[in-house]
C-alpha cells in the first residue's frame, strides 16, 4: 500500500496481552502541536502504522486529527500513548487516559504506559494497579511502563502479580542499559527503544562500526542503527521532522547486518552509563 515499505514488511511482536505490536513506528516527542497532524500525516502516507505520543508532549490532539483524516481503519494503526507523573495518584489516571482518548479521537489506545516511575512521588505501584483496571474496562489494548528500572519492575509486579506488556526505555548503542533490558527479555517484556539515534546529540554516526557497515550495505548510519535495534529485538519509533528520513527510517527490510557487525555495534556500550542522553530514573519526578 506504499511504495516505500510494504505493510507484511513491518515485522509484528506478539505482547503478553494477546495484541501484537508493529515494531517499527514514528515517534513525536518534541514534535511541535501546530505541526504534528501534518507530520504524522506524512508518516502514515509514508508506511508507519504505529504513533508513539505521549499526555506530556502536547501533541495528542494533532495525532487524533491525523488519524481522522486517515481514512485508515482503526484495526490497521497502533496507537501509544502515556501517564504523565503528576497523575499517578488515586484514580486520577482514569481521567487521564479519557482526557487522551478524547483529543486522540478514539476509543481506546493499543498501549497506555505509565511514563516513569516517578519513585520521589510514591505512586507508581498505584498508577500501574490502575493502568490494570483501566485495561480491564477496555480502555486499552495492552498496559506497559517506561523508565522503570529493575527495583521498580520488582515492586509492580510483587504488588500485582502482573507483567507489563513494555518497557520503553533509552536505549541506543552507547547506552544499552543491560541489566534492566535483561531483566525484561528474560520476562517476555518487550523492550521498546527510546532515543534510539541517541537522539542526535552524540556522533553516533561517526563512529567506525556503524560508518561501516554503512558503507558496506549502501546504507545511511541511521539506517545501520535502526537495523540493528530490529535484529536485536527493539521495538523503535525515531522521530524526524523531515519527510524525507521519515521515508529513510522505514526503507529497514530489504538489507541485513551480519552477526559481525551486530556484534561491532553491540560493542559500543562503555556500560558505565556515561552514554545516557535523556533523565535518570531514579531523579526524575
Ligand atoms: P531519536 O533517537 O528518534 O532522535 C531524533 C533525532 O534524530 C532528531 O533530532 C532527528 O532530527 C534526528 N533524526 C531522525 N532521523 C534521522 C536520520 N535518518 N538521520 C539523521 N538524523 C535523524 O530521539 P527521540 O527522543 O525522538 O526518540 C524517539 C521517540 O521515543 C520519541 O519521539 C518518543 O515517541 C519516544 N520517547 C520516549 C521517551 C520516554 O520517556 N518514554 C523519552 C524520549 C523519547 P530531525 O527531526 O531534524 O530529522
Known amino acids: 500500500m506504499t511504495e ?12 503478553n496481552s494477546g495484541y501484537d505490536i508493529p515494531q517499527l513506528g514514528y515517534g513525536v516527542f518534541k514534535v511541535d502541536p501546530a505541526q504534528t497532524e501534518k507530520l504524522v500525516s506524512e508518516a502514515l502516507e509514508v508506511g508507519y502504522r504505529h504513533i508513539d505520543t505521549a499526555a506530556i508532549y502536547g501533541n495528542e490532539e ?3 486529527r491525523a488519524i481522522a483524516a ?7 494503526l497502533f496507537i501509544t500513548t502515556k501517564l504523565w507523573n503528576d497523575r499517578q495518584a488515586g484514580d486520577d489516571p482514569r481521567r487521564a487516559l479519557e482526557e487522551s482518548l478524547t483529543k486522540l479521537g478514539l476509543e481506546h489506545v493499543d498501549l497506555y504506559l505509565v ?40 515492586k509492580i509486579v510483587a504488588e500485582t502479580d502482573t507483567l507489563p506488556a513494555v518497557n520503553q526505555i533509552e536505549l541506543h548503542p552507547a547506552h ?33 562500526a ?17 537495523r540493528w535495534h530490529l535484529q536485536t529485538g527493539n521495538i523503535v519509533f525515531p522521530k524526524t521532522t523531515s519527510r524525507d528520513r521519515m521515508v529513510e527510517n522505514i526503507r529497514l527490510f530489504d538489507f541485513e547486518l551480519s552477526d559481525a557487525e551486530i556484534d561491532a555495534i553491540t560493542a559500543l556500550d562503555p556500560g ?9 530514573p531514579s531523579e526524575l519526578n
Open 4 to 15: 516505500h515499505a510494504p505493510q507484511n514488511a513491518i515485522p509484528r511482536i506478539p505482547l
Open 62 to 64: 494533532g495525532v487524533g
Open 70 to 76: 486517515s481514512g485508515i481503519p482503526r484495526k490497521e
Open 115 to 154: 511514563h516513569w516511575p516517578a519513585p520521589a512521588n510514591g505512586n507508581y505501584i498505584n498508577a500501574w494497579t490502575q493502568l490494570i483496571t483501566l485495561n480491564e474496562a477496555g480502555l486499552s489494548r495492552s498496559i506497559g511502563v517506561s523508565n522503570h528500572l529493575v527495583e521498580h519492575l520488582e
Open 176 to 208: 544499552q542499559q543491560r541489566e534492566v533490558a535483561e531483566w525484561c527479555r528474560s520476562r517476555g517484556v518487550h523492550i521498546e527503544a527510546w532515543g534510539p539515534l541517541g537522539q542526535g546529540k552524540y556522533d553516533l554516526f561517526g563512529t567506525p
Open 210 to 226: 556503524i560508518r561501516d557497515a554503512a558503507s558496506a550495505h549502501g546504507r545511511t548510519p541511521a539506517q545501520v542503527v535502526l
Open 272 to 280: 558505565d552509563g556515561s552514554g545516557r542522553v535523556g533523565a535518570h
